[in-house]
């Protein structure tokens, strides 16, 4: 069976365990959607995009370290290319061009199934090929945008995607992400399968060896409204009071023009660092695996590849008790569960795991749950259902 694998920048941290389990099964192709702003991700890290070019192969694109971090997940599939969009809005001739490319290139080996992983407004450009699958697979990451992130440009490509009559399956990392859409688009009838999201064990290849001392608190990722960074900046001015020797480290860029606070971090020059930019792999998993455990404050969820970031490395996190995070946070066992927008609770629960080093016990558990967790047992009903008539 060939496969079509369509992902972007913006979930290649997902798609590479994806990937390593469909190449085993199926001859897969893969196409990663890149514009401008998705070039440097967590994953994915590239330098400019060519201006002559729509389809590039990866060792033409990502810089070195990058592209040796990929490449072993991406060895032993049939193809593999990132999809140019140079054009700054959303949906243009180029995204068109784009998509011709796409097409032009796959319509060869004929495959019966495109997967998608996640879509943008971009990937509208696909549309018109979607009724030559015999089946269009779509993961549906947040079914309702998130706080302060709503636009047209989120709900054009979900009414196309979800409406037009190609024939298509929902697919969902959690239960709250499927009960979420399916509470929110009821005359979608089509099969809703449940993937259960495991760590991204891909990143463990990037901690640095024998990483012993855990040095800070650490949020991470995207700011935005409803991360909560404030929040959590409020919950930290009582932390210290009791132990004002902690460090908090935010490392991630802000988006959507969200600034906060900064009348907190003048308080506490030496005891709130702010990494305010993109953040190359290598660092990231080097402040996650030398943090004591990361905190994720969110106002609302759905669900979260920071968690599974985290976990991959043994950390434990103290997450907001919204969306899928207590499908995943099982409380004081791998995690923390607070209530959101509480300074004071989250505040007592970071200083629960300070006191007397629990979260040293947490971790622990996270390092015995990581041996049994698996990819491919995941991924078993999506590959049944390639083959299902």
């Known amino acids: 069976m060939t496969v079509v694998y369509y992902t972007s920048t913006y979930f290649l941290d997902i798609s590479l365990e994806v990937i390593n389990v469909l190449k085993t099964q199926v001859n897969l192709h893969v196409f990663i959607e890149i514009t401008s702003s998705s070039k440097n991700m967590t994953v994915a890290d590239v330098k400019s995009l060519p201006s002559d070019q729509y389809l590039i192969q990866p060792c033409d694109l990502?810089?070195?370290?990058?592209?040796?971090?990929?490449?072993?997940?991406?060895?032993?599939?049939?193809?593999?290319?990132?999809?140019?969009?140079?054009?700054?809005?959303?949906?243009?001739?180029?995204?068109?061009?784009?998509?011709?490319?796409?097409?032009?290139?796959?319509?060869?080996?004929?495959?019966?199934?495109l997967h998608f992983e996640g879509y943008t407004l971009r990937t509208i450009g696909m549309m018109p090929f979607l009724f030559k699958f015999k089946k269009v697979f779509m993961t549906i990451h947040d079914p309702v945008p998130h706080s302060g992130e709503q636009s047209w440009k989120i709900s054009l490509p979900n009414f196309l995607f979800f409406y037009l009559p190609f024939k298509k399956r929902f697919l969902f990392y959690s239960e709250f992400a499927r009960n979420l859409f399916i509470n929110h688009y009821k005359k979608v009838k089509e099969l809703k399968l449940l993937v259960h999201m495991q760590p991204f064990y891909a990143y463990q290849s990037l901690v640095e060896p024998n990483v012993?001392?855990?040095?800070?608190?650490?949020?991470?990722?995207?700011?935005?409204?409803?991360?909560?960074?404030?929040?959590l900046l409020a919950a930290m001015q009582t932390v210290l009071k009791s132990y004002p020797n902690e460090v908090l480290v935010v490392a991630g860029k802000s988006v959507n023009g969200y600034t906060?606070?900064?009348s907190v971090l003048g308080k506490y020059p030496n005891n709130i660092i702010i990494h305010n930019r993109y953040i190359p792999n290598k660092e990231l998993m080097a402040l996650i695996s030398s943090a004591k455990f990361v905190v994720c404050p969110y106002l609302d969820a759905t669900q979260s590849g920071v968690?599974?970031?985290?976990?991959?490395?043994?950390?434990?996190?103290?997450?907001?008790?919204?969306?899928?995070?207590?499908?995943?946070?099982?409380d004081a066992y791998n995690?923390?569960?607070v209530p959101?927008?509480?300074?004071?609770?989250?505040?007592?629960?970071?200083?629960?795991?300070?006191?007397?080093?629990?979260?040293?016990?947490?971790?622990?558990n996270i390092v015995l749950d990581n041996s049994h967790h698996n990819w491919q047992v995941s991924l078993r009903s999506v590959l049944d259902e390639y083959i299902t008539d």
Request: glycine letters at 4%; hydrophobic letters at 40%.
């Open 335 to 337: 995690g923390l569960l």
């Open 62 to 113: 990502l810089t070195t370290d990058s592209y040796e971090y990929v490449k072993p997940y991406l060895a032993g599939v049939a193809s593999v290319h990132f999809v140019a969009h140079k054009h700054p809005t959303g949906f243009s001739f180029s995204t068109i061009n784009a998509s011709l490319a796409v097409w032009n290139y796959i319509k060869s080996f004929k495959p019966e199934i």
């Open 260 to 262: 906060f606070d900064d």
């Open 212 to 231: 012993q001392e855990k040095k800070h608190i650490l949020f991470f990722g995207r700011l935005s409204p409803y991360k909560g960074v404030d929040v």
């Open 340 to 364: 959101p927008n509480n300074p004071l609770a989250l505040a007592e629960k970071i200083k629960l795991a300070l006191k007397n080093d629990f979260y040293k016990q947490m971790q622990d």
């Open 307 to 330: 968690l599974m970031t985290t976990f991959a490395l043994n950390t434990p996190v103290i997450a907001s008790n919204v969306g899928s995070f207590p499908e995943f946070v099982k």
